[in-house]
């Protein structure tokens, strides 16, 4: 298996662009997870997907901040319009229904830059 | 869910046990002890995870005291790829994994 593939692995943009970052979760995976990760903030979880359905968008930092899971097989994560304090590292993790299997597999992540 | 206490960092001989403390005095009944690490730029990657009875597993042992209320992740004969840092997180019924500082282990030749 080629585990989680999140695209592009860096991304350089200036500030106000559209970002959209990109996640294949493992086959087979009904659940989604983004992170975000910063030095001052840490690793910290934005939203996450069962069965494609958002099911707590509580970590979303605000209304620039947009994902979706049109399908089992991808998602994204937008920022629009970005700012320089968005620059952290994106994490997608995926794994099965809890209770089947406890782990969730990680992704290596995006590191996004907004100048 | 439980809040999770961790040292900052730690050091380690390379082929010592690297012995990792973590604290979690609000356990409740059913929130589980989990354990993760990351590598320098990496994801970060599951190691073990255990309720109250002490777990073993390829990468490592994690011992969960009677009352609870602190475990210890032991890497038996830690090598410097095991230089990370180390999560320990207490789940609940939920999908979430609430990170937190972690401890700093530099294993060192």
């Known amino acids: 298996d080629a585990g989680v593939i999140q695209s592009p692995r860096h991304e350089v943009t200036e500030m106000g662009q559209e970002v959209t ?8 995976h009904n659940s989604l997870f983004w992170y975000r990760q910063t030095m001052m903030r840490g690793l910290e979880l934005l939203i996450y997907f069962n069965n494609n359905v958002p099911i707590d968008d509580s970590g979303m930092p605000e209304d620039r901040f947009s994902a979706k899971m049109p399908n ?16 952290a590292v994106y994490f997608c993790a995926s794994s099965l229904p809890r209770g089947l299997e ?3 597999y990680f992704g290596p992540g995006t590191r996004l830059l907004v100048l | 869910d439980a809040k999770t206490t961790q040292p900052p960092s730690m050091d380690c001989a390379e082929g010592r046990a690297a012995n990792l403390p973590c604290n979690h005095s609000t356990i409740s009944g059913n929130e589980y002890v989990y ?25 490592a042992s994690l011992i969960i005291t009677e009352d609870r209320k602190s475990s210890t992740l032991i890497l038996p004969h830690a090598t410097l790829r095991d230089t ?14 609430i990170f937190g500082t972690g401890t700093r282990l530099q294993v060192f030749p």
């Open chain 1, 102 to 104: 406890e782990t969730q």
């Open chain 2, 35 to 59: 354990w993760y690490r990351q590598i320098h730029s990496q994801g970060p990657q599951y190691i073990i995870h255990g309720l109250k009875n002490n777990e073993t597993n390829e990468m």
């Open chain 1, 21 to 28: 970052l990109r996640c294949k979760p493992i086959s087979g």
């Open chain 1, 72 to 87: 089992a097989s991808f998602s994204t994560l937008k920022i629009q319009p970005s700012e320089p304090r968005d620059s």
């Open chain 2, 84 to 97: 990370a840092v180390y999560y320990c997180i207490v789940r609940g019924n939920t999908d979430k994994l």
